[in-house]
């Protein structure tokens, strides 16, 4: 059972009951959940942990819901993955995988939606909606459909078709806003004053959506024997999974289940086409310049991020860095991802793989450093950003003469030498 204390409002430290509300009504901060890190440390243990499920739920005791009330498709406890292959092409040494493509619905935003939709029930709400770039409309219609609830999510028309089709066929309405994400999410915060009834996981219950990400921490420490690893590389959107993969890795310390859970430096990755956070580490800024979003990472493609300022503030005072990759890099990045490690990323991966490149040429990740990606969705769900570029490298006639034709020999030798 979580020891959830109240929430918080992370500028003025206002507190609030444990219900679904966002803001501050002081000073318009956004809240946060507050727990009882002492009696937490009271009762948990590796071995408690090690006893629960092999999903987020088995970390229930730092998640803002109880078990009995969750709603678990399996989201988590994918695999971590040490990428020697890749971490030579890059220079690195040490180099870990959070892969997260393996999910349900095949994106990171499955641990966010559990949280969010449990404690949604919990609170007896009867409706899920959300405002999406796509995988979270996808991971809230599943869920809802497993909890009985409806669903009403919110995505900009332009998506991929997949990440489309992946949302319609759970059953639930998918309304197509005219705009981009910023127009979707605006139009989402309008209708989530005046629909009070509808939980929408990245609004009036962010704050225990949210909680979900920080199972990205909990999990690399578990599974790297309970320490923590030197420095992680991250993408951002709204910011929200950056800002809270640092919370997890202090929240483990704090528990007294690893030792220097703040000393893990922490990097960013934005798309160059959508990079308002990376724009105002590199200018040195303390705001966040809004911009308008033009990437292939669709996913990732958020021109007024939520927790932009907070992502930015975590980078820099855990000595991290912002990169951002054009759309030729993610391309490549998802190629060389996929080519060293055996692992398909949708374009999100893409822009992690390709600034943890940049950032491993800076010196900024070091090869003395124990390092973790997070790859956060599937490439299944982005296929047609690979337009003509991932086709047959040979189109013959079916005959031993075509098959000659496509100098395998060659190819065979260099297979044989390898
Ligand atoms: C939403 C999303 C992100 C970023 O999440 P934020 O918490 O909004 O920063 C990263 N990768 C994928 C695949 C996503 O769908
Ligand atoms: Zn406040």
Redesign the pocket.
């Known amino acids: 059972m979580a020891i959830v204390e109240s929430l918080r409002c992370r500028e003025c430290g206002r507190t609030f009951p444990v219900e679904a509300l966002h803001v501050c009504d002081f000073c318009f901060g956004p809240l946060e959940v507050a727990y009882d890190y002492d009696a937490i440390a009271a009762s948990i243990s590796k071995a408690s942990i090690a006893k629960g499920p092999p999903t987020i739920w088995r970390y229930v005791d730092l998640l803002p819901t109880a078990t009995p009330s969750s709603i678990d498709l399996g989201a988590g406890f994918t695999p971590l993955v040490r990428a020697e292959r890749l971490a030579a092409e890059l220079g690195l040494g040490e180099l870990y995988l959070k892969d997260d493509t393996r999910n349900p619905t095949g ?3 499955d641990r966010v939606v559990s949280v969010a939709l449990s404690k949604a029930r919990e609170l007896g709400f009867k409706v899920a909606a959300c405002a999406s ?1 796509g ?2 409309a996808n991971s809230v219609a599943a869920h809802a459909a497993r909890a009985g609830m409806a669903s009403i999510v919110f995505i900009p028309t332009d998506l991929e078709r997949v990440k489309i089709a992946t949302t319609a066929v759970f059953g639930g309405r998918l309304v197509a806003v005219k705009g981009n994400y910023d127009d979707v999410n605006r139009l989402c915060a309008e209708l989530a004053s005046e629909h009070t009834d509808w939980a929408f996981v990245n609004v009036n219950v962010r704050p225990y959506y949210s909680e979900g ?1 920080k199972t990205l921490a909990f999990e690399v420490a578990e599974q790297l024997g309970w320490t923590v690893p030197d420095h992680v590389v991250v ?8 800002t809270k993969i640092r919370k997890g890795f202090r929240e483990l310390d704090l528990v007294g289940l690893v030792h220097e859970g703040d000393s893990v430096r922490i990097s960013g990755a934005q798309a160059d086409g959508c990079s308002p956070v990376t724009t105002a580490f590199e200018q040195g800024a303390d705001h966040i310049v809004p911009v308008r979003p033009n990437t292939i990472a669709k ?2 493609a ?1 021109g007024n991020p939520a927790d932009g300022w907070y992502a930015l503030e975590a980078v820099r005072s855990t000595g991290g860095a912002l990169e951002k990759a054009t759309d030729a890099e993610i391309l490549e990045g998802i190629r060389l991802l996929a080519r060293t490690e055996g692992i398909f990323a ?1 374009t ?1 991966g893409g822009v992690t793989i390709a600034c943890l490149a940049k950032l491993a040429q800076r010196g900024i990740v070091r090869k003395d450093e124990r390092v973790v990606a997070y790859i ?2 599937n490439g299944l769900k982005t296929v047609e950003a690979l337009g003509d570029t991932a086709g047959p490298t040979d189109t013959i006639a079916a005959t031993l003469e075509g098959f000659a034709s496509t100098g395998y020999e060659s190819f065979a030798e260099k297979a044989r030498t390898r």
């Open positions: 994106s990171f935003k770039t995988n979270l990400s993408p951002i959107a709204s910011g929200s999974q950056l996913s990732l958020i949708e999100a956060t969705g």
